[in-house]
Structures are given as C-alpha cells and as structure tokens.
C-alpha cells in the first residue's frame, strides 16, 4: 500500500503504522502454508485444493485470516527476539507477500484459498 510505496515517507508517513497488523488477503496464508507455518485440516485442505470456494466470514476462512495474523506476529517476536530485528507487521506481511508471488508465477505454490469479499 501507500506505506511501502512512499517507503513511510510523506504520503506514506503513518504515526500509528506500527500498531497495524498485516493484511490478511490470500496470497500471505498460501506461503506460510507452504512452508509449513499453517497446517490445514485434511477436509479444509481438499476444498482449498478443489477450488471450492470459502464463505465469507464462515468460520474456516475467519480461522485463516485469524491464525495469519497471529503467524506474522509470532514471527515478528520471533525476528526480534532471537536476531534482535525491530520490523513493522506490514513489513513482514510485504516480504511474505512478495515472496509469494514470485513462487505462485512460477508454479511452487499450492492452491490458495478463495472467498469472495470485498475486504481482500
């Protein structure tokens, strides 16, 4: 978003930036899938798989969004805690973004979630 764009300056100059979580969207919870962060149900995992679509606000796709919250949290006290790096959510949140879709163009992700919203 603006943030990363004006690199936190100007336009992108957020006071609060750092009480933000990350967005969780779809493209954040398909990596840390992948590398084995989240861990699906086997059902949750074959509809994903399928395609089928995930309700919006349904428990599962809420659980999704939630656990991928608590992850780049957790990985954020995780980076400063044992390498001492003080990141903001939203850059974590930016890195696994980017990471991800590089991996999903070249073919190395698993299918992502689909919920029809407007919020992601």
């Not at 074959?46 to 089928?52: L, P, S």
Request: charge should be neutral; proline fraction near 3%.
């Amino acid at each position: 978003g603006r943030f990363a764009a004006f690199k936190g300056e100007g336009l992108g100059k957020f006071r609060d930036i750092g009480s933000l979580t990350m967005f969780a969207d779809y493209r954040v919870p398909q990596i840390l899938q992948a590398c084995g962060v989240l861990v699906y149900s086997e059902s949750l995992q074959k509809r994903i798989t399928d395609c089928v679509p995930l309700t919006a606000g349904s428990e599962e796709e809420c659980e999704i969004r939630a656990c991928t919250v608590q992850a780049v949290e957790m990985i954020k006290q995780a980076l400063k805690g044992v390498h001492s790096m003080d990141v903001l959510s939203v850059q974590i949140d930016w890195y696994l973004w980017e990471q991800g879709e590089k991996k999903a163009a070249a073919g190395l992700l698993p299918p992502h979630h689909r919920t029809l919203t407007v919020y992601y």
